[in-house]
């Protein structure tokens, strides 16, 4: 289940995003992600499946982006 807080390693990207809102609107579920570089995308739980791979989980977006995983330390 893809939650907010979760960091993912974007296969095409080939950069870590932290997902910031997750949300199952009206065209299905979706998120909003931020990159290191501070790009923000909109994300499908169908793309994430494909070309994401889940690497920590933290409790708040917050929380992920101020962590060694997404900092790449």
Do not use: C, R
Not at 7 to 31: L, P
Not at 41 to 59: Q, T, V
């Amino acid at each position: 289940m893809i939650k907010v807080g979760q960091i993912y390693y974007d296969k095409e990207k080939h950069a870590n995003f932290v997902v910031t809102v997750a949300s199952d609107g009206q065209y299905g579920f979706y998120t909003n992600s931020i990159y290191k570089s501070g790009y923000v995308n909109i994300h499908s739980a169908d793309w994430i499946e494909i070309n994401g791979k889940l690497i920590a989980e933290y409790p708040t977006w917050q929380e992920a982006v101020n962590s060694k995983e997404f900092k790449g330390e």
